[in-house]
C-alpha cells in the first residue's frame, strides 16, 4: 500500500484508510463483532495503517471493536477518532459538547475503549459555537503536551475556524465529505488546507454507497437506514443523479476498473495530501477500494471526469435539516 502525508506535521499513513463507522452504526443490518474485527485485521494484513472512529459511533461501541481489533498491531497503526457530542443529555446545548472538561473527559474514555495510550489524530466532531474554537485547540494542546494525543483534527469545519485553530494548535488534517458527487471544498477549503499545510481526509467519498453503481432509483434500503433521512437519497434525487454513476461506468470500463475505483482514484488524484477512508463491511469491498490505490488516471481522463460532472447539477441535500445546521460555515 502506497503512503501518503497528512499535514506538516508529518503524519504518514496509508493512501487510503478504512472507515469504521458503518460497522456499528447508520447502516443497518450490522455484523457480528468478530466479523468486523476480521475484517479490520484483514486491512492491516493489506497495508491500511489509518482507521476511523468517534466516541459518537454506536455511542462508543465503534471504538471498542477498533481498539480490541487493533490492540494486537497497534505499533503499526495509526487510530483516528473524535470527540465533540454531549453524552450527558444536557439541555439547551443542541447535542453539541467541547467544553475544555468534557474534551478530556471524553478523551480518557476514548483512550480506555480504543486500549491505547496514545489518540494518533483527535479531531472535533463538529464545530460547538458555544464554545470558542480558541479553547478547544487549547484544550487539545494541553491533551497533547500530556501525550495523550499526537495530531490535532477538526471535522466539517469553515475557513475561519480552521485558520483560528491552527493558530493555537496545529492542525493536522481537516475531516469533510468529499466526492465528484460533492465538490464544494474545492471553492475555499483545498485553498486554505494547501496555503497552511493541513492534509484533507474526505469521507464518503463514494457518496454514501451510491458512486459504486449498486443503487439506484428503484433500491429500498434498511427501514432504519440513515441514508432515508437524507434527501439526496429520494428516488428522485437518486434517478437525476444516476449521471454520476453512468460517467464513471464508462471510463472504469475503458480502464479495467468499476466504479467505485474510479471515483475514489479520482479522490486520490486531486492532491497528494489526500487521503479517503471508504467504510465497507465485505473483505470483496476492501480489496475493489484498496485497489484503486494502484489505478492511474491520466490528464485526458481526469478532464473527462471534471467536465462531464460539472454538467450535472447533483439533486438532493447531503444531510437532513437538523445535520445541516451543524455544518460551520
Request: charged share 25%.
Amino acid at each position: 500500500m502506497l503512503k501518503r502525508t497528512l499535514g506538516g506535521n508529518q503524519l504518514e499513513v496509508s493512501a487510503i484508510g478504512l472507515g469504521c463507522m458503518g460497522m456499528s452504526q447508520s447502516y443497518p443490518p450490522f455484523p457480528e463483532r468478530q466479523e468486523m474485527i476480521r475484517l479490520i485485521r484483514a486491512a492491516v494484513d493489506r497495508g491500511v495503517t489509518f482507521f476511523d472512529t468517534a466516541q459518537v459511533y454506536g455511542r462508543f461501541t465503534n471504538e471498542e471493536l477498533v481498539g480490541e481489533a487493533l490492540e494486537p498491531v497497534r505499533e503499526r497503526v495509526v487510530i483516528a477518532t473524535k470527540f465533540g457530542f454531549d453524552f450527558a443529555d444536557e439541555p439547551n446545548r443542541g447535542g453539541l459538547d467541547s467544553r475544555p472538561e468534557t474534551i478530556k473527559r471524553g478523551v480518557d474514555a476514548s483512550l480506555s475503549r480504543l486500549r491505547t495510550d496514545t489518540i494518533d489524530l483527535l479531531y472535533q466532531h463538529r464545530v460547538d459555537p458555544s464554545v470558542p474554537i480558541e479553547e478547544v485547540a487549547g484544550a487539545v494542546k494541553e491533551l497533547v503536551e500530556a501525550g495523550k494525543v499526537r495530531h490535532f483534527g477538526l471535522s466539517e469545519a469553515g475557513v475561519q475556524t480552521i485558520r483560528r485553530a491552527h493558530a493555537v494548535q496545529p492542525v493536522a488534517a481537516l475531516q469533510s465529505e468529499y466526492s465528484l458527487v460533492w465538490r464544494e471544498p474545492e471553492a475555499e477549503i483545498l485553498p486554505l488546507l494547501a496555503e497552511l499545510g493541513i492534509g484533507f481526509v474526505p469521507f464518503s467519498p463514494l457518496g454514501k454507497g451510491f458512486l459504486t453503481g449498486r443503487i439506484d432509483e428503484s433500491t429500498t434500503l434498511e427501514s432504519s437506514d440513515f441514508r432515508n433521512s437524507i434527501p439526496r437519497f429520494d428516488p428522485e434525487a437518486r434517478k437525476a443523479n444516476r449521471a454520476f454513476v453512468e460517467l464513471l461506468e464508462r471510463v472504469a470500463e475503458r480502464k479495467g476498473a468499476t466504479a467505485a475505483q474510479i471515483a475514489l482514484a479520482w479522490v486520490l488524484a486531486q492532491q497528494p495530501w489526500i487521503v479517503p477512508i471508504p467504510g465497507t463491511r465485505r473483505l470483496e469491498r476492501l480489496d475493489e477500494n484498496l485497489g484503486s490505490a494502484e489505478l492511474e488516471l491520466t490528464g485526458e481522463d481526469l478532464a473527462e471526469l471534471d467536465t462531464a460532472s460539472a454538467s450535472v447539477q447533483v439533486q438532493g441535500d447531503r444531510y437532513p435539516e437538523a445535520m445541516q445546521r451543524m455544518i460551520d460555515r
